[in-house]
C-alpha cells in the first residue's frame, strides 16, 4: 500500500513539474524538465552512484555514531540530576548555532574528506535523538516505577528492565526524526568543501550550467534520503514492536 | 485448584502512631491499626481519603511525610515482605505474559528454572496456561488482570496489597476473578481497597470505612461465615445497607 502511495505522489509531482515547465517556458538550463533529467541520470548513472555512496555512508556514520551519542547523553543526564544541569544548556546551545556556520570551521579543522561531513551530520542528528530519549526516560509509567521497588529492584535494574524499554517508542521517534534531517548535514558539508558526494557533484554540475544533471543528483538524493527513512522506520518497527500505531 | 504458593504464618500488619502529610495537610494523625495476618483486610471510603497512600506506605514505597511505626509480625523492616496489585494491571508491553509473571525475578536477577515451571503452573490454574508467550496487547482486560495477579503471587510474600485491582472489569469477570483470588491467596494477610462494598463483604474478613479529615478507621465490620461469600444472605444485604449509609455520611 506504501509503494502504491508513493508512487501515485511521485507521479503526481513530477506532472506537476512538467506542467510547470510548459507553463513558464523555462529555458533546460533553469528548469529541465522531467524528462532530460531522466536521460542525464541513466548516462550519468555510474558517476552519481559513485557520489551517491559517498553521501550514503557520511549519512550512515552520522546516523549511528549520533544516535549512540545521543542515547547515552539522555542516558547520562537521567542518571544524575547535577550532570544534566550542567550539560542541558551546552545541547541547546550545540543547537543554537546554526550548522551551515560551523561547516567551514568543521572543513577547516577536520579536511575535505569524510570526518567533517559525518561531524556535521553528527550534530543535526545527536539532538533529536537525546530529547526524545531523555523525554521518554523522564516520562516512564510511574506505577511501574513504583512496582518495581516495591519487587526490591535496584535502580540499575528498574533503569535497564523498565525506563529504558518504556522510552524505546520516544527514541524510535527522534530517531526517524534524525534521519530525516541526516542528510542536511552531509550535503551542507560537502558543499563547503569536499571532492566527492552529491552535495559536491550538484555543486559541480552547477558552476558547468549542467542543470538536469543537478536534478538527477537531486532526484537521487531523495531517493536515498527516502529508502533510508523507511529502512529506519521498518527496523523500529520490528525492534519497538510493542509501540502503539494510530 | 492445586496450590503451588502457601503463606503459613503470614504475619499481622502493625500501625503505630502514624501520620502523613502531604502539601501541608495532615491526611493521617497518630494512627493506629492492626491488620489480622492471614486473613482479608478491606478498606473502604470515599476519593481521596487516603486508602492508597495507606497501602503506599505500607509497601514501603512512599516516606516523605510519613512518621511511625509499621511492623511485620516482629519485623519493622518492609523490604520483601508485601506484593502489590494495582487497579491497572502494569503489564509491560514489551514482554511476554510468562517474563511479565516473571518480572520481579526478572528484576532481582531471580530468574531460575523452578520458577519458570512454577509460573507456567500458575498460569495453567488461571486458564492462561496457552497465553504464555503472548503479548499483554493480545489479552482482554480479564486476562491481563489473572496474569497480573499471577506476577503478584509470584512474588511469595506474605502480605499482598490490593488497590481496586478488580474495579475496571466487568461484573462477571469481576466476580470470577475474585473468587480466583481469594482461593489463591488463602492465608496470606491482604489488605484490600475498594469503592465497592459488596466486594467488600464478598472478599473481606474484616471491613473499614475511613472516615473524617485527617482521616480515621470506623468500627470494624466482621461479616459471617468465610468469603468468597454468596451475596444472598440477608444478613450481608443488611451489612451492606449499613455500609452505604456510613459512606454516604462520609463524603
Same mark, same amino acid.
Given at each position: 500500500m506504501i509503494f502504491l502511495r508513493l508512487s501515485v505522489i511521485s507521479i503526481g509531482l513530477i506532472l506537476i513539474w512538467q506542467v510547470v515547465v510548459y507553463l513558464t517556458g523555462s529555458p533546460p538550463y533553469i528548469l529541465p524538465g522531467p524528462l532530460p533529467v531522466a536521460k542525464a541520470l541513466v548516462a550519468k548513472w555510474e558517476t552519481l552512484w559513485f557520489h551517491a555512496w559517498i553521501t550514503i555512508a557520511e549519512i550512515v556514520a552520522g546516523l549511528v555514531i549520533g544516535s549512540l551519542l545521543g542515547a547515552t547523553s539522555a542516558l547520562i543526564m537521567m542518571a544524575s540530576r547535577s550532570l544534566k544541569r550542567w550539560l542541558l544548556p551546552v545541547f541547546v546551545i550545540s543547537q543554537a548555532v546554526p550548522v551551515f556556520a560551523l561547516a567551514p570551521l568543521l572543513v577547516l579543522w577536520? $579536511?575535505?574528506?569524510m570526518g567533517s561531513k559525518i561531524t556535521m551530520a553528527v550534530l543535526i542528528i545527536f539532538f533529536p535523538v537525546t530529547a526524545a530519549f531523555y523525554d521518554g526516560l523522564r516520562r516512564t509509567e510511574p506505577e511501574w516505577l513504583e512496582l518495581g521497588r516495591v519487587m526490591n529492584a535496584s535502580p540499575s535494574a528498574i533503569l535497564y528492565h523498565i525506563r529504558i524499554p518504556a522510552a524505546l517508542p520516544a527514541f524510535a521517534s527522534g530517531l526517524r526524526v534524525a534521519t530525516a534531517v541526516a542528510p542536511i548535514g552531509a550535503i551542507v558539508g560537502e558543499w563547503v568543501g569536499?571532492?566527492? $558526494?552529491l552535495g559536491f557533484y550538484m555543486l559541480h554540475a552547477n558552476a558547468r550550467m549542467q542543470t538536469d544533471l543537478m536534478f538527477a543528483a537531486l532526484a537521487l538524493l531523495v531517493t536515498v534520503a527516502l529508502i533510508l527513512y523507511f529502512l529506519v522506520d521498518w527496523m523500529m518497527k520490528k525492534i519497538v514492536y510493542w509501540q502503539i500505531e494510530e | 485448584m492445586a496450590n503451588f504458593l502457601t503463606f503459613a504464618d503470614a504475619p499481622r500488619v502493625m500501625l503505630e502512631n502514624v501520620s502523613f502529610s502531604f502539601s501541608g495537610a495532615m491526611?493521617?494523625?497518630?494512627l493506629d491499626f492492626e491488620i489480622k495476618g492471614g486473613q482479608w483486610t478491606c478498606l473502604l471510603g470515599p476519593?481521596?481519603?487516603?486508602k492508597s497512600t495507606l497501602l503506599r506506605l505500607i509497601s514501603g514505597s512512599l516516606r516523605e511525610g510519613f512518621s511511625g511505626t509499621i511492623r511485620f509480625g516482629g519485623v519493622k523492616?518492609?523490604?520483601?515482605?508485601t506484593a502489590w496489585m494495582a487497579?491497572?494491571?502494569?503489564?509491560?508491553?514489551?514482554?511476554t505474559v510468562l517474563n511479565n509473571v516473571l518480572m520481579g525475578a526478572r528484576l532481582r536477577g531471580e530468574v531460575s528454572g523452578q520458577r519458570v515451571e512454577t509460573a507456567i503452573s500458575l498460569l495453567k490454574a488461571v486458564g492462561?496456561?496457552?497465553?504464555?508467550?503472548?503479548?499483554?496487547?493480545?489479552?482482554?482486560g480479564g486476562m491481563r488482570q489473572r496474569v497480573a495477579l499471577v506476577r503478584t503471587l509470584m512474588e511469595d510474600r506474605p502480605v499482598i496489597l490490593m488497590d481496586?485491582?478488580?474495579?475496571?472489569?466487568?461484573a462477571l469477570t469481576r466476580i470470577k476473578l475474585q473468587n480466583l483470588a481469594a482461593e489463591l491467596v488463602q492465608g496470606a494477610t491482604v489488605l484490600l481497597v475498594t469503592h465497592d462494598p459488596l466486594e467488600a463483604l464478598r472478599l473481606g474478613h474484616r471491613i473499614y470505612v475511613m472516615t473524617g479529615s485527617p482521616t480515621r478507621l470506623g468500627r470494624v465490620v466482621l461479616p459471617p461465615?468465610?468469603?468468597?461469600?454468596?451475596?444472598?444472605?440477608p444478613a450481608i444485604s443488611a451489612m451492606h445497607a449499613r455500609l452505604l449509609e456510613q459512606l454516604v455520611v462520609t463524603v
Open positions: 577536520l $579536511g575535505y574528506g569536499s571532492s566527492a $558526494g | 491526611l493521617f494523625s497518630s476519593s481521596g481519603c487516603g523492616e518492609t523490604k520483601g515482605q487497579q491497572k494491571d502494569l503489564l509491560l508491553p514489551w514482554l492462561l496456561g496457552h497465553c504464555t508467550n503472548e503479548l499483554p496487547a493480545t489479552l482482554s481496586e485491582p478488580f474495579s475496571a472489569l466487568d461465615g468465610q468469603p468468597p461469600r454468596n451475596l444472598d444472605n
